[in-house]
């Protein structure tokens, strides 16, 4: 049947015009009450617009995280990485608190230990649990879960252990609270982000967190005139270095790979700021973390790329190993030969002139080892559990009020703290989500941006590792909830690729429709139209 | 510095074998369970070989000497940690 213009109706196309009157009034009525509640709002605020603009943005991001949780996780892992926790007086993001406390934030709030990042994760979750309830969404699987769950429950386990053998809740809580951050996000990141292009929007986000990074570390370090001066310990934050080595080396795989051409250019741009950011640091550890990521790097490669990797680095080891071999004995901070001090420093161990002014920083590790060590042959099969002091046989220079109970060696400090078992199955859980990240790299053959995104997650993995145990990262919360992300991706990529060996055509790899489907030579032929 | 070549040894050794184009499928839980428990029991075997060797530290010879000073003082005053050594000067 033809309407007046003669199109037929499936040629008729929705327009404003013809939106019903009754959803115009719902429109109408909805605008009106929300201008109504903003008034109420800023009369009760005493007329602060400031505050008033405040509450009705914070309800604005519950509503997108309830709503829309995707958009919720970029911002999330956006703030994550490009605020610090640990925030220096020169810092960018000072004034933003998203690590700390609603207590230290609003004085007024006693004893209210929740912190923005957990309320923006708690959002998420409950619009999580709607889009479950309402849409009734299979849940995907989560890399390593059966290990995961094992990690937890020795987790909750040497917490109530610990409190058993006389340590205090909140302390325990220190511990762990990062790594529920870590296994939260590996539980949520792939429930939400179930496509390719999500994971390429996630993988966005992170480039733009740690660009910002990369560019702030890199201003306060040129501003200083390229030195250390004014940083106090080197500029940016401890963690910032390790994380940065693992954009490093996703930009590597990118280049290799030769996909996704606008995330390589801006990463092509990004990757001196983020090396000048990694010297800028003043990490020791971030060069044992490039090295460890590097050698992952060409581990995880086919043979065929192996060998092609391998005539390129041979050269590049004679040409760092001659100028390491130079500047050994360098006490300069110039860009260029600071690398080379770093290094020195690191392996100097107990050589006073050779570690110079790290000197004090490899003395308080090595003592804090001790002092581990000891408290493991003590009691070697459980550990001291969670929550209590560290025994200090020999005395530490300490810094701080929680180096009594937290100490630089992280790893050690796992065996300490739940000895052999907890530790076996610390390991056996990190080991794991290793063989699946290898197994999903072989798979994805034909797929060369996913096997990049999991070169990134096996980097991150490494990174996590290594850097823990020299400093205080497996406890840190941005270290943690980025591991905790890219392993979620991880497990997003696996489930892509189960989807496509089960051969599914409703759900394709990519959010977008499916291109070869649309072909035009794949079409069906319209039905022939007969005239007259 | 031992511990990072165990862990990246058996990276290598779990990544490894999970990523050539030959493997089938990842290595079997039991494997891995393996691999954990021999690294535990290593780094025990280490803790139980250094702790025999105390580390030699010149509390009070070299760097940030009063800010040693200053915190084995606080310690005293605190009682923690256990043993503080003697100033030799």
Known sequence: ?532 | MIFIVYILSILYTVVYRASRPKAAAPPSKRRIALFACALSLLMLGQSYYLVRTPPSVDYYGVGWQGFIRYLNARFAANGVPNRIPENPQ
């Open chain 1, 1 to 532: 049947m033809m309407d007046s213009r003669g199109r037929s109706p499936s040629m008729q196309f929705p327009s404003h015009d013809h939106r019903r009157p009754d959803s115009q009034i719902f429109l109408w009525l909805l605008l009106g009450a929300i201008a109504i509640s903003i008034a109420v709002l800023n009369l009760a605020l005493d007329g602060n617009v400031g505050a008033t603009l405040g509450l009705v943005l914070i309800v604005a991001f519950i509503a997108i995280s309830v709503f829309r949780p995707s958009i919720s996780l970029y911002v999330l892992i956006f703030l994550a990485l490009a605020v610090e926790q640990m925030t220096q007086d020169y810092s960018w993001t000072g004034r933003f608190p998203y690590y700390s406390n609603l207590s230290n934030i609003f004085p007024s709030l006693t004893g209210l230990a929740i912190n923005p990042i957990e309320l923006h994760l708690l959002c998420i979750i409950v619009g999580l649990t709607i889009r479950f309830i309402i849409k009734r969404e299979n849940f995907v699987r989560v890399i390593a879960w059966k290990q995961l769950l094992a990690y937890i429950t020795a987790i909750i386990f040497f917490i109530l252990y610990g409190l058993l053998r006389g340590g205090e809740f909140l302390i325990s809580l220190w511990e762990t609270r990062a790594i529920i951050y870590l296994v939260l996000l590996m539980v949520i990141v792939p429930q939400i982000l179930r496509t390719q292009d999500q994971v390429r929007h996630m993988i966005w986000m992170i480039i733009a967190g740690l660009g910002f990074r990369a560019i702030e570390v890199t201003t306060h370090y040129v501003g200083a005139g390229f030195s250390l001066q004014g940083s106090g310990n080197g500029w940016g934050n401890h963690e910032d270095s390790g994380i940065l080595a693992t954009l490093v080396v996703f930009a590597l795989a990118m280049l290799l790979y030769k996909v996704d051409r606008k995330q390589r250019v801006v990463l092509m741009i990004l990757v001196p700021l983020m090396m000048v950011s990694i010297i800028a640091s003043d990490r020791r550890t971030a060069y044992a973390v490039m090295g460890g990521n590097l050698l992952l790097f060409w581990v995880i490669q086919g043979p065929v790329i192996q060998r092609k990797i391998f005539s390129y680095a041979w050269k590049a080891g004679i040409v760092f190993a001659l100028y390491l071999g130079a500047f050994w004995n360098t006490n300069s901070d110039n860009i260029f030969l600071a690398p080379a001090k770093a290094i020195r420093e690191g392996f100097a161990g107990d050589d006073k002139a050779a570690a110079s002014a790290s000197y004090t920083s490899n003395l308080y590790r090595q003592v804090e080892n001790y002092d581990l060590q000891r408290m493991i042959t003590e009691r070697p099969l459980l550990g001291t559990g969670y929550g209590g002091k560290i025994d200090y046989y020999m005395p530490v220079p300490v810094e701080w009020d929680l180096g009594f109970y937290i100490t630089h060696n992280q790893i050690l400090s796992v065996l300490a703290k739940t000895g052999v078992v907890g530790f076996t199955i610390f390991i056996f859980f990190y080991l794991s989500v290793a063989s699946e990240i290898g197994f999903g790299f072989k798979n994805a053959v034909n797929n060369h941006y996913m096997q990049a995104v999991l070169v990134l997650v096996a980097a991150g993995m490494i990174n996590h590792l290594i850097f823990s145990f020299f400093d205080i990262i497996l406890i840190y919360y941005r270290n943690n909830v980025y591991l905790g992300v890219l392993f979620g991706l991880a497990s997003t990529i696996l489930d892509l690729q189960r989807k496509q060996s089960e051969d599914v055509p409703p759900s394709p790899i990519s959010g977008r429709p499916n291109k070869e489907a649309q072909h035009w030579l794949l079409l069906q032929p319209p039905e022939k139209a007969v005239i007259g």
